[in-house]
């Protein structure tokens, strides 16, 4: 075969391949329906009634043991945020693991519980039975493209209560005996399959916030998991849904495929609403999300709302179960903690691993984000109980006055390592602060330098060498800048978790030295960041950056 004869062979073969891999895609990627109007490769998708189906996404958590790992401990809430969001730290934990058991997942449903979903399962009489809203009453006369875009709307103007029979009679059919096709494709766990239940706040937000990617990439505390300028192409709000609901899946997804997490309708959680997540007065039922009623600047991951499942009617002098049109839901799967003996046993048996070592970097092990400061907090609570104990039993007044002397000088020493510590941590923060003013000042000389060397380069070829010194310094010099930032807000962070009085002795140190004049700008700007992270628990390393600039860029003439 000469070699003509072989290139026209695999251009022939290249064509054929390249023609086959759009009919690949076709094969594999389901075709938009209207319960999944955006649909994509991964997307579990599982069998309703009526040949409908509810559509689902895996979303992983972070660590792979069954009681925890410290990575899955996160932030949640927003200091700016209204008084029901107040930040805290909790573990997030996801309901399967993996098949090797090395990863586990939290399953959400990637849409809204549309009303079609729900007829599905409850029928159309079973819908305006309990349903408030008066268009519902014309569903049995639309056709065409009006009952379709009637039926992709959000589940609305229904109780919380009526959500739960739902939620039953899906479990119910999904576990029908005769059937077992029916759960083939649902997770397990240790061969039990998961059920139809609501999502958690926690779960809730963390998909919201963007999850392990968003994690990874340091931007899951941020109050939107996009930019604000994009809030219009992912929600739909009071700013551009004037209290009208849309159909499920129109605006964009989040970075994890999910739509409408954020406006539409507001979405209840499976947990009872209490002033803050997992603590205080238990009330009517957690909602989250915002909804087409929300303005615009109200809209956040951390929003989060009370919805009164008993509502009291002061006209009517009667209780009733609330409907709201702007409230719906969102499916999420669940499973059980425990599902057989044999599971149990392995994770008791792991519970002593996860309890010596693990368990302590956790929120329920620890009473504050500093261990050495947790350490001196419990230090204070042992005084109280020697006290008692010496005016209970007089005759060990001295041994327990030795234990207090002890206890007197290990405070003295955990004092002064926090003291140390913040110390450190200003200082080296100042020293990313200083790199990176003098980094910004350098690509301000340099960009000037490049601004000549480039009118020069359009007269003479001859100069094209130096304008490519040139970028490439600036290159160098924008590595350095995003380095330093980096180590900037880490050392900031680490810093914010200390007291203020330890804050305000580290820096105020570091300004006794009399350091020169750029160092000092600098320390009055750590001082400012950190009290910003201290207050709202959160890193704005691109707004700290603006700061950086403003101070040390000179404003071209």
Same mark, same amino acid.
């Given at each position: 075969?000469?070699? $003509? !004869?072989?290139?026209?062979?695999?251009?022939?073969?290249?064509?054929?391949?390249?023609?086959?891999?759009?009919?690949?895609?076709?094969?594999?990627?389901?075709?938009?329906?209207?319960?999944?109007?955006?649909?994509?490769?991964?997307?579990?998708?599982?069998?309703?009634?009526? *040949?409908?189906?509810?559509? #689902?996404?895996?979303?992983?958590?972070?660590?792979?043991?069954?009681?925890? =790992?410290?990575?899955?401990?996160?932030?949640?809430?927003?200091?700016?945020?209204?008084?029901?969001?107040?930040?805290?730290?909790?573990?997030?934990?996801?309901? #399967?693991?993996?098949?090797?058991? @090395? +990863?586990?997942?939290?399953?959400?449903?990637?849409?809204?519980?549309?009303?079609?979903?729900?007829?599905?399962?409850?029928?159309?009489?079973?819908?305006?039975?309990?349903?408030?809203?008066?268009?519902?009453?014309?569903?049995?006369?639309?056709?065409?493209?009006?009952?379709?875009?009637?039926?992709?709307?959000?589940?609305?103007?229904?109780?919380? &209560?009526?959500?739960?029979? #739902?939620?039953?009679?899906? $479990?119910?059919?999904?576990?029908?005996?005769?059937?077992?096709?029916?759960?083939?494709?649902?997770?397990?766990? =240790?061969?039990?399959?998961?059920?139809?239940?609501?999502?958690?706040?926690?779960?809730?937000?963390?998909?919201?916030? %963007? %999850?392990?990617?968003?994690?990874?990439?340091?931007?899951?505390? =941020?109050?939107?998991p996009f930019a604000v300028q994009a809030l219009n192409e992912h929600a739909w709000h009071l700013g551009n849904a004037r209290h009208q609901l849309r159909p499920i899946g129109m605006r964009a997804p989040n970075a994890l495929g999910f739509h409408d997490l954020l406006g539409n309708v507001q979405e209840i959680t499976a947990g009872l609403f209490r002033p803050e997540i997992g603590q205080g007065k238990p009330g009517g039922v957690a909602v989250r999300g915002g909804s087409v009623s929300t303005p615009a600047a109200e809209m956040r991951t951390a929003w989060r709302a009370e919805l009164d499942a008993y509502a009291w009617n002061a006209d009517l002098g009667v209780m009733e179960e609330r409907r709201s049109f702007n409230t719906g839901a969102r499916l999420a799967i669940g499973s059980n903690v425990v599902v057989n003996s044999q599971q149990r046993a392995r994770i008791e048996q792991?519970?002593?691993?996860?309890?010596?070592?693990?368990?302590?970097?956790?929120?329920?092990?620890?009473? /504050?984000?500093?261990?050495?400061?947790?350490?001196?907090?419990?230090? *204070?609570?042992?005084?109280?109980?020697?006290?008692?104990?010496?005016? &209970?039993?007089?005759? /060990?007044? =001295?041994?327990?006055?030795?234990?207090?002397?002890?206890?007197?000088?290990?405070?003295?020493?955990?004092?002064?390592? @926090?003291?140390?510590?913040?110390?450190?941590?200003? @200082? +080296?923060?100042?020293?990313?602060?200083? $790199?990176?003013?003098?980094?910004?000042?350098?690509?301000?000389?340099?960009?000037?330098?490049?601004?000549?060397?480039?009118?020069?380069?359009?007269?003479?070829?001859?100069? &094209?060498? &130096?304008?490519?010194?040139?970028?490439?310094?600036?290159? +160098?010099? $924008?590595?350095?800048?995003?380095?330093?930032?980096?180590?900037?807000?880490?050392?900031?962070?680490?810093?914010?978790?200390?007291?203020?009085?330890?804050?305000?002795?580290?820096?105020?140190?570091?300004?006794?030295?009399?350091?020169?004049?750029?160092?000092?700008?600098?320390? *009055?700007?750590?001082?400012?960041?950190?009290?910003?992270?201290?207050?709202?628990?959160?890193?704005?390393?691109?707004?700290?950056?603006?700061?950086?600039?403003?101070?040390?860029?000179? !404003?071209?003439?």
């Amino acid at each position: 075969m000469n070699t $003509n !004869t072989r290139r026209i062979r695999c251009f022939w073969l290249l064509c054929l391949v390249w023609l086959c891999m759009p009919m690949a895609q076709a094969r594999t990627l389901p075709s938009p329906t209207s319960y999944n109007p955006k649909p994509a490769i991964d997307d579990l998708i599982l069998p309703m009634p009526e *040949g409908v189906s509810m559509v #689902f996404r895996a979303v992983k958590v972070p660590g792979s043991g069954f009681w925890g =790992d410290p990575a899955r401990v996160i932030q949640i809430g927003d200091a700016s945020g209204g008084i029901f969001e107040g930040l805290q730290r909790t573990q997030i934990s996801g309901s #399967f693991p993996s098949s090797d058991g @090395q +990863d586990w997942f939290i399953y959400l449903g990637k849409y809204e519980l549309s009303k079609e979903q729900f007829m599905a399962v409850m029928g159309l009489e079973g819908l305006l039975a309990v349903s408030n809203d008066p268009l519902d009453q014309t569903l049995a006369e639309l056709q065409g493209r009006a009952r379709r875009d009637a039926l992709m709307q959000p589940l609305s103007f229904v109780s919380y &209560q009526d959500i739960q029979v #739902f939620l039953r009679r899906y $479990n119910q059919w999904l576990f029908d005996p005769q059937h077992p096709e029916r759960i083939a494709d649902l997770p397990r766990m =240790d061969g039990v399959p998961g059920f139809m239940r609501l999502p958690t706040e926690e779960e809730w937000e963390y998909v919201a916030r %963007g %999850g392990l990617p968003a994690l990874e990439a340091g931007q899951f505390e =941020d109050r939107l998991p996009f930019a604000v300028q994009a809030l219009n192409e992912h929600a739909w709000h009071l700013g551009n849904a004037r209290h009208q609901l849309r159909p499920i899946g129109m605006r964009a997804p989040n970075a994890l495929g999910f739509h409408d997490l954020l406006g539409n309708v507001q979405e209840i959680t499976a947990g009872l609403f209490r002033p803050e997540i997992g603590q205080g007065k238990p009330g009517g039922v957690a909602v989250r999300g915002g909804s087409v009623s929300t303005p615009a600047a109200e809209m956040r991951t951390a929003w989060r709302a009370e919805l009164d499942a008993y509502a009291w009617n002061a006209d009517l002098g009667v209780m009733e179960e609330r409907r709201s049109f702007n409230t719906g839901a969102r499916l999420a799967i669940g499973s059980n903690v425990v599902v057989n003996s044999q599971q149990r046993a392995r994770i008791e048996q792991e519970y002593e691993d996860y309890r010596a070592q693990t368990r302590r970097a956790m929120p329920v092990g620890r009473t /504050l984000d500093n261990l050495v400061a947790q350490a001196s907090v419990q230090l *204070g609570t042992v005084e109280p109980l020697l006290e008692r104990l010496m005016g &209970q039993y007089p005759e /060990l007044r =001295d041994p327990l006055q030795t234990i207090q002397v002890y206890m007197e000088r290990a405070r003295e020493r955990l004092e002064l390592a @926090q003291r140390e510590s913040a110390r450190s941590l200003a @200082q +080296d923060a100042a020293r990313n602060g200083t $790199n990176l003013s003098i980094y910004l000042a350098r690509q301000t000389s340099l960009q000037r330098s490049r601004t000549a060397a480039q009118q020069l380069a359009e007269l003479s070829g001859r100069y &094209q060498e &130096q304008l490519a010194s040139i970028d490439r310094a600036i290159d +160098d010099i $924008n590595t350095g800048i995003a380095e330093q930032l980096a180590g900037y807000r880490e050392k900031v962070s680490q810093l914010g978790e200390y007291e203020a009085a330890y804050i305000d002795e580290a820096i105020s140190a570091l300004l006794a030295k009399q350091p020169p004049a750029r160092e000092q700008t600098v320390l *009055g700007l750590l001082k400012t960041h950190v009290a910003f992270f201290s207050e709202q628990r959160r890193a704005e390393p691109d707004s700290w950056l603006e700061d950086f600039k403003a101070q040390f860029v000179e !404003t071209p003439p």
